[in-house]
């Protein structure tokens, strides 16, 4: 397998304890709710009395999602180094 393609397709998932189609599935899901957020932001942008606060609780909510995951990516990576401690 030629490094190039191992960086730009393996090696991230597999950082992320996924395969490729599940770290896709994922991105995808954070990339389509982005899109409609973006719609919501410009909605609200033409008639402010729209959609308030939709896009600030949503995007909190997805920076605490994606902090879970990262959180577990790396809690994953230790355990398999053999230096996790959950008393930590």
Excluded: I, N, Q
Aim: aromatic share 10%; with cysteine.
């Amino acid at each position: 397998m030629s490094r190039l393609f191992h960086r730009l397709f393996v090696a991230h998932p597999r950082e992320v304890d996924e395969g490729y189609f599940e770290h896709m599935a994922a991105s995808s899901r954070f990339g389509f709710r982005l899109l409609k957020l973006a719609g919501a932001a410009f909605l609200h942008s033409l008639v402010p009395g729209l959609c308030k606060a939709t896009v600030s609780r949503e995007v909190c909510c997805m920076a605490d999602e994606m902090d879970s995951r990262a959180r577990e990516a790396r809690e994953c990576r230790m355990r398999e180094a053999g230096v996790w401690d959950p008393g930590l």
